[in-house]
């Protein structure tokens, strides 16, 4: 059995995995685990337990009803469900399954409908139809939180200046959910309502900094959480974190302009080989048909995209600094 069947071979075994891991059913473990939890809520004594359980049905129900039985299929489905919530769209899960597979099938069909190598379709067709969504979902998500960061300190200093004038916390959150646009008012407003439902304020905060997943909202409910406990100036607390988060975001604009050459450097060389190939299919398609019908090129063309893929993510990791 020569290289090529071999590698053929492989990618077969590789994409029949993919789909056996998309398309799996809820593991039994988490389904044990929320049965548990169920138990436990029925049973709840105190009222702040009560309620708590009351708004976990309530928020499970809403989840429930946008959902047809589908999306039950994908596995890891809470992590996924929080992907598409961060991204303030209001998207629902079955939508991206839906999204995913239409995909699928155009770039699959488009291929085997130019007579490319059903393999070959099969691959590019599992690569468009899982990777383009999940691309997409990641680029909104980090527009967002970007959006957020920028317009963040802002919300503060109005936080500041609400407290200084005498007013409480809850309601400070209230002024800034009503004067500043985008998600930095979506986030608040989420927070008020939380709390007057019932939720503690730690609990209502807590809940948004895990829907955020950014640093910055995280030592905001820091803060928070220390003055409540040791008490003092929470005005003057809350000032010293907004000019931090602002020198925070000029020493990030600051790296990526030193940055932006090698970020330049990158696209060129990455983009390079794919120009090339089109300048010459476009000249001269029969000269590259053969990476679509022959094997061996086949397998060097893939090997070359995998080697390619290597370098773009080495270089990605060059240039990415946390601060």
């Not at 071999?6 to 685990?33: D, H, N, Q, R, Y």
């Not at 067709?125 to 990777?131: D, K, P, Q």
Request: charged share 20%; glycine share 10%.
């Amino acid at each position: 059995m020569n290289l090529p069947i071999i590698l053929t071979f492989g990618a077969a075994l590789l994409a029949v995995g993919m789909l056996a891991l998309a398309f799996a059913g809820p593991s039994a473990g988490k389904a044990k685990t929320r049965r548990l939890s169920s138990v436990k809520d029925r049973h709840a004594a105190s009222t702040e337990a009560v309620v708590a359980a009351q708004m976990r049905k309530t928020i499970a129900a809403a989840g429930n009803s946008g959902n047809t039985s589908i999306s039950s299929l994908m596995p890891r489905r809470e992590l996924m469900e929080l992907r598409l919530r961060r991204t303030g769209k209001g998207w629902t899960l079955s939508k991206y399954m839906f999204a995913s597979m239409a995909l699928f099938v155009v770039v699959a069909g488009g291929m085997l409908s130019v007579r490319a190598p059903f393999m070959l379709a099969l691959m590019f067709g599992l690569l468009a139809g899982v990777g383009l969504p999940h691309m997409v979902v990641g680029r909104i998500i980090k527009k967002r939180v970007l959006k957020f960061n920028a317009r963040f300190p802002d919300a503060i200093d109005l936080l500041v200046r609400g407290l200084k004038s005498g007013l409480p916390v809850t309601e400070t959150f209230q002024v800034v959910s009503q004067e500043l646009p985008g998600p930095v008012g979506e986030e608040f407003r989420g927070i008020v309502e939380r709390i007057r439902i019932g939720n503690t304020m730690e609990q209502a905060l807590q809940e948004s900094a895990e829907m955020l997943g950014t640093p910055e909202f995280q030592f905001f409910c820091i803060t928070i959480a220390i003055q409540r406990e040791t008490g003092g100036n929470l005005a003057e607390t809350l000032a010293n974190l907004s000019d931090v988060l602002r020198k925070r975001a000029q020493m990030k604009l600051k790296i990526k302009a030193m940055s932006s050459e090698a970020k330049a450097s990158a696209y060129i060389v990455g983009a390079l080989p794919f120009f090339v190939f089109g300048v010459v299919w476009s000249m001269n398609p029969g000269y590259l048909q053969g990476f679509f019908f022959e094997q061996r090129l086949i397998v060097a063309g893939l090997g070359g995209l995998v080697w390619m893929s290597i370098g773009a993510f080495i270089m990605s990791r060059m240039i990415s600094f946390e601060i």
